[in-house]
């Protein structure tokens, strides 16, 4: 395939079989949130028992990046404390993706990072691109 | 069929020539551009008008004396004669320049709108509009408590008019409708709007985004009230763009930006404005794209709007007829003849993301998501397409090409 460097074996496969996908009945944390310009939507669960997360799970709809993203992100994250879930930021998630985006898919790439962060610090307005 | 006896006509690929861009390679593969709804490549005569003017007779308009002003002046002004040659407008001053559509439909809100538009009045909007012919008549309902009535939209992508007399009953002020919609392609049958809404006493906007450029629009057979335009979805420069309206309106309507050059007479206690449309052109204007502006339109009038239209009704038909051949695909709007160059869809499975990156990689550009129309997207229940747009240097085996690259996509992502 012609653009094998780009959609990594590991994208398609998280894509076509996203890990934690689904919802939680009774979550701590429910943080909804969508990407204006593709539409794309996107809702993160986390059950968080002494400041450690237990159980993740992730839903909506989304392209291949976006997707993959969110359900690389939710493996990451189970069983780390929200102290840790902090430190993740950009370079992390584009490191798990194994691909260079430009400024429009980045967005996709960050939406579950973003989501996930307003989650865990329980505010609106965290900027993905201004943590740098 | 008219469309493939002016395509025998019309050496359309000979054109490209003129379009420097068209010879970069993506990838490694020759660009194939197909989000021209978005915006246009720009020809030669384009580029070389803009360079000519920087570099010989570059000076600020309608203000100095001398020789290269003088020059400059003139050339900003032909230009407003050759867009209201290219509407049919009845006088130059019924063309204001603006940034572009947006700008176009701002203008009328804000200055017409807040004069004309007030509590319990209402605004006739279709559910096909641009965000840019959406947003600015919200801000001014919400400014003056009035309402907003929509023009819904059949499964087919058209109007759905059987409700008309309903939605233009009461105080409604003003339709503001796209004559061609920008995500569907479907072109609207605005001359019956006008007449409908004009009967009721009601002005009509007419956004002529994506009509101007490939269908033509003559302004006074239609008997809209107001047109809005951008140069760039017309071979154009970007942030070149105009308003057609009828003298009367200009003259009555306040002016929506205050500085130089839109004045009368400033004094400490007042001002006057000066006559239409220079009262809505305030402060230094585009010169340079302006003219340069002038070059496009004088590209495409060589070419000639019924060709140039014909020539997309023959390329989203071969699109259209190439894709519905490809299980899983689901094509939007009407018909080829109902429409324009614009061909929205949607692949079974994948995202409208995912294949646009995969045709990216085959080195075509198309555009993927709700193409500022969202509330359009929510009424087919979809959150994004993808859309392939042609202009004139687009050809058929692009279309070929297309379809090829969306059978990739579903190859790569099992869809």
């Known amino acids: 395939m012609s653009f094998d460097d780009l959609y990594r074996q590991n994208i398609l496969d998280h894509y076509q079989n996203p890990r934690n996908f689904g919802t939680l009945p009774k979550p701590d944390i429910s943080v909804e949130d969508s990407n204006p310009l593709c539409g794309d939507k996107i809702r993160m669960d986390l059950l968080v028992e002494d400041g450690r997360v237990t159980d993740v799970r992730f839903s909506g709809v989304g392209c291949s990046i976006s997707r993959a993203a969110a359900s690389m992100l939710t493996e990451e994250i189970k069983g780390k404390t929200l102290e840790e879930v902090k430190q993740i930021g950009r370079e992390e998630v584009l490191e798990m993706l194994g691909i260079e985006l430009g400024p429009v898919r980045l967005k996709c790439a960050l939406l579950a990072l973003k989501t996930l962060k307003v989650g865990v610090y329980g505010i609106r307005g965290w900027n993905g691109e201004a943590e740098e | ?415």
């Open chain 2, 1 to 415: 069929m008219k469309a493939e006896t002016v395509e025998r006509t019309t050496d359309f690929a000979a054109l490209r020539k003129d379009f420097p861009i068209l010879e970069r390679k993506v990838y490694g593969k020759p660009l194939i551009y197909l989000d021209n709804t978005a915006t246009t490549q720009k020809p030669l005569a384009v580029l070389h008008a803009l360079d000519d003017y920087y570099r010989r007779y570059n000076a600020n308009v309608h203000r100095g004396v001398y020789k290269i002003a003088e020059e400059a002046t003139e050339a900003y002004e032909a230009v407003r004669g050759k867009v209201a040659r290219l509407l049919n407008a009845r006088s130059d001053r019924e063309i204001v320049f603006t940034r572009g559509t947006t700008e176009s439909v701002n203008l009328v809100a804000h200055s017409w709108g807040r004069s004309n538009v007030g509590p319990g009045d209402v605004i006739v909007l279709s559910e096909m509009e641009h965000h840019s012919n959406i947003v600015p008549w919200q801000l001014l309902a919400t400014e003056k408590g009035a309402s907003i009535r929509w023009i819904p939209v059949d499964e087919n992508g058209r109007l759905d008019l059987s409700r008309l007399d309903a939605l233009l009953t009461g105080p409604v002020k003003i339709l503001a409708v796209t004559q061609l919609s920008n995500a569907l392609g479907t072109i609207n049958p605005v001359a019956e709007l006008i007449r409908r809404a004009h009967a009721v006493g009601a002005k009509v906007l007419i956004d002529g985004a994506q009509s101007v450029p490939h269908l033509g629009v003559d302004v006074q057979a239609l008997d809209c009230d107001f047109l809005a335009l951008s140069g760039h979805k017309m071979l154009g420069p970007t942030g070149i763009g105009a308003l057609y309206a009828k003298r009367a309106l200009l003259e009555a309507m306040p002016p929506f930006f205050g500085g130089g050059e839109m004045i009368r007479e400033v004094t400490t206690s007042g001002t006057t404005w000066n006559d239409v449309p220079f009262k809505f052109e305030a402060g230094t204007m585009n010169i340079a794209d302006t003219i340069a502006f002038g070059a496009a339109i004088d590209y495409i009038q060589a070419i000639g709007m019924d060709k140039i239209h014909a020539h997309g009704v023959s390329l989203a038909a071969a699109t259209m007829a190439a894709l519905r051949e490809i299980p899983g695909v689901t094509v939007y709007g009407p018909p080829p003849e109902e429409r324009g160059g614009i061909v929205a869809f949607t692949v079974d499975g994948i995202h409208a993301h995912d294949v646009a990156g995969a045709l990216d990689r085959e080195g075509i550009a198309v555009r993927a998501g709700h193409h500022c129309a969202m509330p359009l997207h929510a009424r087919f229940g979809i959150p994004a397409s993808v859309r392939a747009s042609f202009y004139v240097y687009n050809t058929a085996s692009e279309v070929d090409r297309l379809a090829q690259g969306v059978r990739t996509a579903k190859k790569v992502y099992g869809g």
